[in-house]
Structures are given as C-alpha cells and as structure tokens.
C-alpha cells in the first residue's frame, strides 16, 4: 500500500506543492504519515511526519520547498508504526540519498544486520531504510549511482516500487518495480513516477506501466527502462489515458466517496458502451468450453464474483467455485488446463487475487480478468481481459466499480447462457434491455432515497452492530451492504443467508438491532416475510429493501423500507446496492468520520 511520487522538471518549480498535490491523489493509497525529499542547490531537504498531507503541509510547508527535482510518499503501515521516524522518505548516513517505497522487503533484517555491522547508522524501524543504506554501500568513488542502485535493487527481496533521489546524480529520479504498481507520466520538460495514474493526471494523460523486474531513471527530458540489465524501449508503450484531471477531484462534493455513488449512472452508461460483444462472446466460448469455472477476488471484488456465480450457476448451469483471493491454495489440485478462472480486481493490483492468478496460471488454467485499470498487472498477466469504464475511483470504499463489475459480469453470464442455450433469446434480449436502463434506474434511486437514506443513517449512527440478510442473489448485496458499513462508519455488521438466523445469529438480536432484509427475488419473499416475523418478535428494528410490488406487505411489517424498481431479480444486484451504500456514507458522515479515509485501510493492497 502506500503512495510514491517523484518529478524531475528543467526548471526551479515550487516542487514540493507539486508534490503534495500529486501525494493527496494518492492519499487514498494510505494515511498515517508522508514526507517529501527535494535536491536543491546539491543538498537534500527532507519533511516529513505522521498525519494526513494536508495537517503536514501546515506544519512542515511542503508547499514552500522549490527545486527541480522531488519524491514524495504517503504512507500506510507495515513495519514500524506510524511515526515521524517512521515516515519516508529514508536517508542514508550522509544524508545523500532519499528513497520512497512501497511494498515490503522481506529480507530487510539479514540486509539490515549486514549494513549495521559495517558501520550504518538507522533512524527508523521500517524496511525500507535499508535501500538508502545499501546504494551508499555501494557507492564506490568514481562509480555511477546508477549501477550502485542496481546492485542494491538486486539483493532486495520481496516486493517494491521505489523512487530515489541522489545529490550525486541530481537531475535523476532513479526507480525500481517488483510487484507494487508504478507508473511514468510522459510530460512536456518533466517526468514523473509514480503509484497510480491519478496522481500525473493533472500534468500528463500519457504514461508507461512499468513491469515487474524494470529499472531505471527519469529526468526532465530523458526516460531509460532496463530490464535483467538491457535497456528496454518504451515509446510504443506511452498510452493516452482518457481520465481527466476533474474525474479526479471532488468536484464540489464533500467527499469522493459520495462523488462517486453518484457517478454510478455515469460509469454503468460509459461501461455499457465499451463493452466489445465480440469479446464477450470469445470469453463465453472459452468458459463454454472449461471443465470447471473458478471465481476469485477480495473484498467487494469478491462479492462481485459471488453475483456471478450465481447467475452462472442457476442459469447457465456452469460448475463454478468462487472464492477470496488468498484463500487459493486450497484449489490449486483441482486445476489443470481445462479451468478458467475469472479474477476481478478494480486497481488490477491486489497482491492476493495477482498470487491467485500466477499459480493457478502455472497449472495451465486459462484467466479472465475484470478490472477498471488498464494496462494494471492482473489484466495484463490475464490471458483475456474485461475493463469496466467506471473512471478513476478515489474513495477507499468500492462503489462504482462494484456496480460496473457486476454489469460487466451479468452480461458474460447471460451471454454464455444464451450462446450454450440454456436462456431463450427472447429472454436474453428483455434482460439485456433490462440492463441497458440501468443508468436511468440507478439514477432515480438516488434522487428518490438519498433523502431516506440520511434519515435512516440518524438512527444507525447510535448502533453497535447491524445483521444485512438475504436470499439467493439478496446474499452478496447484503454481504456489500455489510462491509460499507464496517469500514466507513466502524460498526460491527454482519451478513449472511437469512435461512441462517435461526442457526445461531439470531441470538445476538435485542431490542432495536438493526436488521436489514435484501428482498429481489419473488421466489424468496414469503421465506423473508417469515425471517422479519422473527425478528420483530425479538424487538429487532427491521429494515426491507424490497421490490414496489411488495412494498404494502413489507410497509406493514417493518420498521423502515426503501421500495426498489420491479426488475428482474438477476439485474436487480446493480441498483440494490445503492441504498446501502447512501447508508453507510452519511452513517458515517454522522459518526463524524472521513468515509474517504477508513482507519487503517488503503484503497489497493499490494501486500500479502
Ligand atoms: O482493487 P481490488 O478490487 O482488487 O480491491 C479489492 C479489495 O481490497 C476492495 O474491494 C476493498 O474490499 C474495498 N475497500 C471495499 O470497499
């Protein structure tokens, strides 16, 4: 996790506002501490702190260091606690190396042991102090910083994006990438490195995935990328990425997590255009004609994955298996050559659903990846590929890109049940036009609850726990709705099959425990009528989503209800979710809490 950044400019610029700039993009990435490193006049200035950029910049005045050429970092803990120490960028004991990291090195201690018995000095707790330390060590007279970096970079194990800065070398940002993203944006008299595309977008759309194993230097007006040693030539990799800087920013909004709920028209419309049928269909032929189907990602992307399995499931009659990221292994004798296995990931960078995907590759499984990033590692590593155009998404909770993967994946379902014929056309053409008046759906939702919404926030903003129970494709909703609100307002919530309650959960309910029942499916709603009967009867406050047909019946039984369009149950995912996550924002908005920023959580998690 954690965020680098680093630009090399011609002339003397007000870098360190740049930088922070670039850096509060990159927030999302990770919270607790960030620095910035500056050469100016062939010496190294270095701020940094624990706290969020904007409480640092007051402190530190980022914003007033000039210079030509910086890194910076946001950082999200790993070793060492959040501290001033802690925070990079890291020094060497001359103080004539800076270096930003993120990722883990896993040998740091032996490397660490081995500089301290030659005499260096450490400041900090962290791992990747030891980078600095090994390129001074390998600074001989005489020889070039560049092939003492690359000697450094090679005994590190483990995984890393770096960025390093060398009064020694001063026009140059030396860079590294093993597993952690890093991206060069292409610009016009500058050059940058950094995490994620979001943080260049408002100097360059042209930028360079780097790729695992790929070194180098940026300066204003050079890029050299070598890999195992030859150097590499980038030019036809410079891709123009159609995000604009706006999509990136909150545009009036308080938050980019409540932006981006409502955006979810905008990304299900610009989704549904992008989508190449003939892709689609070449994917479907593929899973037609696989053994077995294997879903997998984490977190949201999980409960996406959990969508399709059921519709591929129930419909097309697939034999599929869904399961989170890292929780692989158990699978790995069950694959062979005639699986496919679908990886979704919207940052395209979550190290356990990419481990995922590389052994289940070893075993000759063909993959499919969903993702928003593109050129990011799992597509890329992915033998097909399917972006949802949900844009750039900031906030740490998944929102938009939850709604556009479920788009995306509803489709390939329908689609192979229709190709293998287990979905009549008529059928297949009223659910894709059901889909397609998605946007208009999703955006009368908003406009009708969000009012609703807030005022059920004012009575869950007082609540230690909360149950989210569903049926049949009511699950994965409510497991989503559960997790909105765990890590955006801190309360306890737990989801699972409504059958369940009597199985244990149940026991947990007292007077005005908030239940909320996901109610899409007909066949389901005289077993969920039952499930709210019980759970009155323990003085449970009771909460339905459920279809306008059924609204009078569940009016009269609960204690709060949200009336969902009348479609059908297998679309009904997309639009479902919207509520609940209006919930979980202004829950958490009441409870005085930055939903962009949950404690302890980054937006993408690139360590195991
Ligand atoms: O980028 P990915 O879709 O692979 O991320 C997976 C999870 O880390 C992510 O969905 C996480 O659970 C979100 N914070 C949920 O809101």
Redesign the pocket.
Known sequence: MCGIVGIACLEIENIGKMIRRCLERLEYRGYDSAGIAVIKNGTLIVRKGRGKIAELNKRLKFDEIYGKVGIGHTRWATHGKPSDENAHPHTDCRDMIAVVHNGIISNYLELREKLESTGHVFRSETDTEVIAHLVEEHLRPGSEPLDAFRMAVSELCGTYAIGLITVLDPSKIFFARMTSPLIIGVGEGMNMIASDIPAVLEYTNRVIVLKDGEIGYITPTEIYIEREGRPVSWKERVRVISWSVDMASKGGYPHFMLKEIHEQPLALSNTLSGIEMENIRNICSLLAKSDRIFIT?????YHAGLVCDYVLTELAGADVTTFIASEYRKYINAVDERSVLIA???????ID?LMAVRAFKERGCRVIAVSNVVDSTIPRESDMVVYTRAGPEIG???TK?FTTQIMVLTIMSLTLAYMIERLREAEYRELIRQIRELPTVTESIIRMHEARCMILARYMKNRANAFYLGRGLGVPIAMEGA??LK?IAYIHAEAYPAGESKHGPIALVERDFPVFFVVLDDYYVEAIVGNVMEMRARDAYTIALAPRKYIYKFAKLCDYVIDMPNIDYRIAPIPYIVPLQLVAYYTSVMRGLDPDKPRN?A???TVE
């Open positions: 990602g984490a977190g949201t992307s979704i990931s919207q940052s395209g960078e979550t659903t740490v909770a998944a890109t997790l909105k890590e959580l937006k993408t998690v």
